[in-house]
């Protein structure tokens, strides 16, 4: 490529050197004790060019590539070990009425489900704190990550979300946007001027909560672990935030499939943060969410939920069903309409 295509290319992507954040010096020591340079908005509190969210307000997750049916994978495969030499493509073969009653069998684990692991979707992922992120790239099976590197561009204006808690106190929370105001001046110190640092060394004074984007794709099996999981209220308000967005976008194209995403303890029927003794030693440090308050045990070190769901759903806008919300789709009239056209394609 020539240097004015290489250039091009880069201005696309950010990373021309004319492209680093310029700010006056000026503002940068205003900011942290000058409230009136504070502005609320509809995702918290902006301070000059940086944004602090108040919870989990502002992230996103768009969905960069799906299946266009899934059912007729689901299908396909389960009933791969069957049929004559011929060895034909089923599903135009099959009924509607037949076809959901096999990915159904799949869907609840009663049938082979090869197909879960052949259903890939990609997504991208916006404003999750480096906390969620390196909780969700924790994931070792069916899922690979590419993620916005901290090291090879700016992160000047990334965002700083402040937990619920804290936010609910207004001292407290102005002294951790205050705080974190001066982070963000010396960031910017330690990365400008002729003699700037790397952005790998200016990466040491980043915190566990400054906004984080990335890209990631996965097999709906392994999607199916990671709901249980993380959609239960015992970890971080935006590491469940993440899994709630990604089941939304999982509902709006494909209902039945969001409707086996759920919380491993609406699986289980009960509270699991204390399982049993073990649970005092290697368990939730916090209370049960009330999901299933009758099967809560007492043990905790903070005397409130994790990860609230009803802030969650008025922060996100997004209502995850309750335990007796899920539905039971006994036969093919059952399905929503976008899932039936599926079934009859």
């Known amino acids: 490529m020539e240097k004015k295509q290489i250039d091009e290319f880069r201005r696309v992507l950010g990373t021309l050197p004319e492209q680093t954040p310029i700010l006056n010096i000026e503002d940068l020591n205003k900011y942290p004790v000058d409230k009136s340079t504070w502005q609320e908005n509809e995702y918290g509190i902006k301070a000059g060019p940086f944004q602090f969210y108040e919870g989990v307000r502002g992230m996103s997750v768009e969905t960069i590539d799906y299946p266009s049916n899934p059912y007729r994978l689901l299908f396909e495969f389960c009933v791969s070990t069957w049929g004559s030499e011929e060895y034909p493509t089923m599903w135009p073969r099959t009924k509607p009425e037949h076809r959901f009653e096999v990915v159904k069998g799949v869907l609840e684990n009663k049938a082979l489900p090869l197909g879960n692991e052949a259903l ?18 924790r994931m070792r099976v069916g899922a690979t990550f590419a993620s916005q590197g901290v090291r090879d561009n700016s992160r000047l204006f990334a965002g700083f979300r402040v937990p619920n808690e804290i936010w609910r106190n207004k001292e407290t929370r102005e002294e951790l946007i205050s705080s974190a105001l ?6 910017y110190l330690l990365t400008s001027g002729k003699k700037g640092n790397s952005f790998q060394a200016a990466r040491s004074v980043m915190t566990m909560n400054w906004t984080h984007n990335y890209k ?14 993380r959609l239960v209220a015992s970890e971080q308000e935006d590491t469940v935030a993440t899994a709630i967005l990604h089941w939304n976008e999982i509902n709006k194209r494909f209902p039945l499939l969001a409707n086996y995403l759920r919380p491993k303890c609406d699986w289980a029927k009960k509270c699991l943060c204390h399982q049993d003794e073990y649970g005092k030693l290697f368990g939730s440090l916090f209370k049960g969410c009330g999901r299933f308050p009758e099967t ?9 939920s994790c990860t609230d769901y009803e802030t969650l759903e008025q922060q996100t806008g997004i209502h995850l069903p309750n335990p007796n919300e899920w539905k039971n789709y006994e036969k093919l009239e059952d399905l929503e309409e976008k899932d039936q056209k599926l079934f009859k394609e």
């Open 120 to 137: 890939q979707f990609s997504f991208i992922v916006r404003s999750a704190s480096r906390a969620a992120f390196d909780q969700h790239a």
């Open 182 to 187: 001066w982070l963000k001046k010396v960031y």
């Open 216 to 229: 990631w794709s996965v097999n709906y099996m392994s999607l199916k672990s990671y709901m249980a999981r």
């Open 296 to 304: 809560e045990h007492n043990y905790s070190t903070f005397n409130w």
